[in-house]
């Protein structure tokens, strides 16, 4: 299909999608607004059980025609059933590893990096072997990304310029997304295949899956004390200068606007999704009305700018206080804190 009128033709009705990860915090939410879109939506999961049980609970509910399809990272080829004839493929699935040692560089080299890129690889492979994928909207994550200059000093103002040495993940604790989304980058170029890069800060929210997403376990560990988890908020200020939140409802939007919105038929590379930054002493006074005495900086907020993708249109609908209260709601609905918890 050629650029221009023809092109345009993908974004005047809903067509197929394929959804990696769909069992995930992400994932979960993307399937049930591309399904109440209209959208035919192919999710995948390494556990079908747990897709079925979120159709039964959450996705049925809203309409549209929902195919479900077994798929691993890890397996090549697995992914092949599930893109025949999708038109669009939303890459939510990632390999999170919190506690991968930061000094065993053959265990980085060998076991997180090499695995991600090569399970990213295998889903790029099954887009061009499907031969119907136009562009992959690839999610990314903010480890991706630095305010620290060349020296070390923090910069006012973070856009998508702003990443992380690739250089340095051999040497240092590995976000793995960096690897994988220069790896699929690569891959869309030489294949022909329209790539973009969703950049979510922390994301938080309700939540459609059975348990607490591991970002809103990272940023509510200030009222939590969770020992493994308060060092990485912690390592987050240090790197970025501010924590940005954005809500898990305006992450959706978002990927769905590049490719759904007009404006965006000739959207490409990576776009930061920021609903709002704060320090961390605003941050402390959004978790609990209990004082927070090793969150309490009151310096000025680097800026996470989202501002190329709201130059195209888009607009975040929840600032930062909605949510927080959206995610304690829904922990404190799971269980996962009490009343009296903030």
């Known amino acids: 299909m050629t650029d221009g009128s023809a092109n345009s033709l993908l974004w005047e009705s809903p067509s197929a999608v394929c959804v990696t990860g769909s069992t995930g915090y992400i994932g979960s939410w993307l399937v049930r607004s591309l399904l109440q879109r209209g959208y035919v939506v192919h999710a995948t999961a390494r556990d079908l059980w747990k897709a079925a049980q979120l159709q039964e609970s959450v996705w049925e509910c809203v309409g549209g025609e929902l195919k479900l399809f077994r798929a691993d990272m890890?397996?090549?080829?697995?992914?092949d059933e599930a893109?025949?004839?999708?038109?669009?493929?939303?890459?939510?699935?990632?390999?999170?590893?919190?506690?991968?040692?930061?000094?065993d560089n053959d265990y980085v080299r060998r076991e997180v990096l090499r695995a991600v890129v090569r399970g990213t690889l295998n889903v790029m492979k099954s887009c061009r072997r499907a031969?119907?994928?136009?562009?992959?909207?690839?999610?990314?994550?903010?480890?991706?990304?630095?305010?620290?200059?060349?020296?070390g000093e923090l910069k006012p103002h973070v856009d998508e310029s702003s990443v992380v040495d690739v250089d340095s993940i051999w040497l240092h604790k590995p976000p793995g997304w960096v690897a994988a989304e220069n790896a699929a980058l690569r891959f869309a170029k030489d294949n022909g295949i329209e790539f973009i890069s969703v950049v979510p800060t922390t994301v938080a929210g309700p939540f459609l899956t059975p348990h607490v997403p591991a970002s809103i376990r990272v940023l509510l560990s200030p009222i939590t004390n969770d020992p493994e988890l308060l060092p990485i908020i912690q390592a987050v200020y240090a790197r970025l200068g501010s924590i940005s939140l954005v809500h898990v409802e305006d992450v959706v939007s978002a990927i769905i606007f590049l490719v759904a919105a007009p404006q965006a038929v000739a959207a490409e590379g990576r776009f930061l999704c920021s609903g709002e930054s704060c320090n961390l002493a605003c941050l402390a006074r959004l978790l609990s009305h209990k004082a927070l005495p090793l969150f309490s900086d009151e310096s000025l907020p680097v800026v996470i700018s989202s501002k190329k993708l709201t130059d195209l249109g888009f607009e975040f609908k929840h600032k930062a206080s909605v949510i927080v209260r959206d995610a304690k709601e829904g922990c404190i609905q799971a269980g996962f804190l009490s009343n009296d918890s903030s």
């Open 74 to 79: 890890d397996e090549e080829g697995s992914y």
């Open 131 to 151: 031969g119907s994928v136009k562009r992959v909207v690839f999610t990314s994550s903010i480890s991706t990304a630095t305010a620290r200059d060349s020296l």
């Open 83 to 103: 893109m025949q004839g999708c038109t669009f493929v939303f890459h939510v699935a990632a390999c999170m590893d919190f506690h991968a040692p930061s000094v």
